[in-house]
């Protein structure tokens, strides 16, 4: 079993920055990748950005000039580092650990970008 933890979100203005933390435990050396996701009031879930083992890493194209995913192994711990947010940034940020045979999800974290 693995255990995400989220923290970092908050209310930002426009063109501002956030970075959110996710923090893993339990049996976290069976993790082969985490990822962020993220689910705006009335949409679906949508995928974010990734990032593996080996620290390669990939995100969404409507971020990927903004939004940049990071990983501190010894710390279990992925972030994602958010610039020049807008409005429609505003979501609930979910994490997400895959190992080989199961994913976990975390709690999410609220992101709300004020215009």
């Known amino acids: 079993q693995v255990q995400l933890v989220e923290s970092g979100g908050g209310l930002v203005q426009a063109g501002g920055s956030l970075r959110l933390s996710c923090t893993a435990s339990?049996?976290?050396?069976?993790?082969?990748?985490m990822a962020w996701y993220r689910q705006a009031p009335g949409k679906e879930r949508e995928w974010v950005a990734t990032?593996?083992?080996?620290?390669?890493?990939n995100s969404d194209l409507s971020v990927k000039d903004r939004f940049a995913i990071s990983r501190a192994n010894a710390k279990n711990t992925v972030y994602l580092h958010m610039n020049r947010l807008k409005a429609e940034d505003t979501a609930v940020y979910f994490c997400?650990?895959?190992?080989?045979?199961?994913?976990?999800w975390g709690q999410g974290t609220q992101v709300t970008v004020s215009s």
């Open positions: 997400r650990a895959y190992t080989e045979w199961d994913d976990y």
């Open positions: 339990g049996n976290t050396i069976s993790i082969n990748a």
């Open positions: 990032i593996n083992n080996d620290g390669l890493s």
